[in-house]
């Protein structure tokens, strides 16, 4: 990771803590790896993101409906879903340091001669060219890509070889002991729980991996309560849990995280208009809120990339300080699902259409992505550092969250600019008035002005506004732009109407 993208995930990462965004969960105990906390800034925006989500799916469209399924199921379901035995990664241990890798990340599981061929061949050249032709000829197409994208930039080429750990098949990238790790072990990812008070085998249930197989156990109850028709989806935002083995990156790895996730049912023949519909769409809602930079990308899989239940998969990408990584994937699953758990389940799980007459297991593309990625790259895309004036009109660096109207935790601060001749009274006055209308507001009357304004630009607050001497003679008051640090002044009772008409 280049240094200033460290310091930029250092500053991220500390005034997420400083200002109540992002807490490590039970700090006070030295904390638990992969499990984070949401301050008071910090719910609210993943309120948020979670509320324009539901709204934009859910409540704004007629043919998606809503669904809250039970975190803990029954466990045939994650037999059916391949979860059981299947979801697992084969991982490798350090006999010397004891550290645990995902074995494709250190060794290339059944790769191991090509690493040791290439790692000998970027030895004896000078320019690791030979290296680099043999791991284009040997990569993946999703490698081979990355490969292609670096072209002739030697460092870049390099340092994707180390990274895919080409040179050092059976080295510990942690302590670096030559041969000491173990052959490749399967390692559930499930939390594994019991159900009641004795704890036999009988008793095992899971903490679900994903919120999508809830929707497919679900959805004959749903096209049974409703009558609802071909195509539609149905909507689920919830806790999923994952044992991840190397949980990093911050809020981006965690072992307990949130995911909102689509599975919209269609007919067959159409299931590829409505994965790049999905796509499509799905990719325009994070631009639409906020991700507008170049760092937002959509990536086709290549076919060999894809799982073999899935006839096409997305991935829309985030170029996150510490590298580009999905934030959410959408892929057609075929009728892999619902044939599935139509066979273990022995329940009928066929859609009939009254025009056709025709009987058929639904197709379903699903459009996954999850809260705290999205909060995130909300996050990193928002993070600004630019030049404003302080009180006395000396330009000082200030740090900004430019997040979208929509996400910010709070969306209006109203200030008396000093505490006296009923300046507080009527700033409280305006203050509530905007809070009762279910507007998230901040009351702020400590200290100077200016830092005031630097708080609330920290928070992303969009709009602060001020009661001055002015107000008191013709009943205007200032609000400032937080992006453009433009000032109004509007009428004192404007500044609802003016708010709900910016948000
Ligand atoms: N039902 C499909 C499914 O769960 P996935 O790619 O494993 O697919 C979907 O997960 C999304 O869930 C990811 O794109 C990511 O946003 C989020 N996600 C997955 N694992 C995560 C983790 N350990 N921490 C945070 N978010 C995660």
Redesign the pocket.
Known sequence: MPDSNNSLMEKLVALCKRRGFIFQSSEIYGGINGFWDYGPLGVELKRNIKAAWWEDIVRKRDDILGLDASIIMNPRVWEASGHVGGFSDPMVDCRECKSRFRADKVAMVGFTRNGEELFSAAVETDDHSEAVDLARSKANSKTRKRLDQAGDDLTATVTLLSKLQYGHPTQCPSCGAADSLTEPRQFNLMFQTYVGAVHDDSAIAYLR????QGIFADYKNVLDSTRVKLPFGIAQIGK?F?N?IN?RNY?????E?E?M?IEFFCHPSEADKWYTYWRDARFQWYVDHGLTSSKLRLRDHQADELAHYAAACA?IEYEFPFGIS????V?NRTDYDLTRHQQYSGRDLTYFDDDTKERFVPYVI?P???V???ALAFLCEAYTEDQAPDENGVMQQRVVMKLHPRLAPIKVAVFPLVKKESMPEIAMEIYRRVKAAGIASFYDEKGAVGRRYRRQDEAGTPFCVTVDGQTLQDGTVTIRDRDSLAQERIGKDDVLAYVRDRL
């Open positions: 991996p994903e919120t999508a999923a994952r991840e949980p809020t981006f790895r965690s072992r995280f995911q996730e991935d999905e934030l959410e994937g892929a699903e996954s992505g999850g705290d990625r999205a």
